[in-house]
């Protein structure tokens, strides 16, 4: 009896929490209003490449080339290669943002708009580690639907969002969810991460499309999921609007997009961490290594101290430190929170774009050897950001590789970091050249790859 005069007495204060529809007009609330503010600017993209094949596998074999000699040249054929995404219109001039996956090497971009509209595009910018493009509609005379940007720090979690795109081709679809989370680093699809994670259904085909917020504002470029099976679980990651924002400025400018560099290694500060300094939470960055002369250290940053904040923001994670920066852009300062032994100290670093502190001196790689196919230059700040490579000093890093070469066969990737070869440490590009047109039994190469040191051998 008891329990049921307390169920009594909590329902009215649970009725109070909660409000429901009290009028026929309120049970028909929409969100087509959004939808029609903001659905016309969500554009399907397709773009196609065309790849040299060979017409017979028979050809890629060493036995059979050995036969007919190395020089032989192997028939091939051209095939059509397509791939199917979408983007948002953010300009009236024609700029449209979609993910740098959708359009990949494509050498012919078109966009449908939702009215059927057809146009050519150019690509004008684009980020393989940010995975963000910027199209730029031909000759464009025509009024174009646009959406404006907004502000993605300001999401909380719990806030209705709408996901529009072109999920599976079958045409532009529209989900519904909230933001279930933000700031998450650790998804492993860019080098600038910091996604906002939505469950509003998100499939193949979505990915460039618009994630919008109850204003009919751009908050989010949805970029990728996490599945099993290739279908929709719930867990959607979008590109901060914020981010979005760097990348379109740089489009219209027609600078070319710049990251801020400071020159500054850092490790997020861990429980064990935390307890061995005597704090009472893991909050922070330790610096674990300075680029002589770089902006972190020109402004007075030393190894060992803890980055507490930037600006009013506390940091935890390396990615979240580079994102901000990114979002704040080259010429800004950053206004750092240190923690030195205990003692707080305020330091201004100046946000400049990854210098080339040495010639690239590039040198592709024809001779016979398992490297045949590599791209490889000296490497420096800037050669490091534009490959997505760890940046330690000095060494040499592969650029590209010809995806039917040696290099690629054997293992290794644009972005490797060489360190050694059969022993033997490669400083520049030199010493790369003269190591690798020996001739040994068995080839042992040591390269840093995204900062996870991998020892390979191959004959």
Known sequence: ???????????????????????????????????????????NVYATRTVQQRSSPLFDDPFFRQFFGREFQTPRRQQQQNSLGSGVIVDPSGLIVTNNHVIGDGTEVKVVLADRREFECDVV??????????????????????VELGESDGLEVGDIVLAIGNPFGVGQTVTQGIVSALARTRVGITDYQFFIQTDAAI????????????????????????SRGGGSNGIGFAIPSDMVRVVVDSARSGSGLQLPWIGADLQPVTADIAESLGLDRPVGLLVTALVADGPAAKAGLRSGDRIVSIGD??????????????????????????????????????????PETVPRDEFTVRFRS????????????????????????????????????????????????????????VRTTADFVRLAQGDPILWRVTVDRGGRVIRMAFR
């Open 125 to 146: 910018l684009k980020d393989e580690q940010l995975d963000l493009a910027v199209l730029k509609i031909r000759g464009n005379g025509a009024v174009l639907p646009t």
């Open 370 to 425: 398992p490297f045949a196919g590599a791209t490889i230059a000296n490497l420096s700040p800037a050669v490091a950001r534009e490959v997505g490579a760890t940046y330690d000093g000095e060494g040499v890093v592969i650029t590209r590789i010809d995806e039917r070469a040696p290099a690629a066969r054997v293992g290794l990737q644009p972005g490797d970091v060489i360190l050694t070869i059969n022993g033997d440490a």
């Open 203 to 226: 499939n193949p085909g979505n990915s460039g499309g618009a994630l919008i917020d109850m204003h009919g504002r751009l908050v989010g470029i949805n970029t990728a999921i996490f």
């Open 313 to 354: 923001i506390e940091v935890y994670d390396p990615r979240e430190f580079n994102y901000r920066l990114a979002t704040m852009g080259v010429g800004k300062e950053a206004q750092l929170t240190v923690d030195r032994g205990g003692r707080t100290v305020e330091l201004a670093v100046a946000l400049a774009p990854p």
């Open 1 to 43: 009896m008891a329990l049921a005069m307390s169920s009594l007495v909590l329902a009215p204060a649970q009725a109070q929490q909660r409000q429901v529809p009290d009028s026929a007009a309120e049970i028909q609330l929409s969100f087509s209003p959004i939808v029609k503010r903001a659905a016309p600017a969500v554009v």
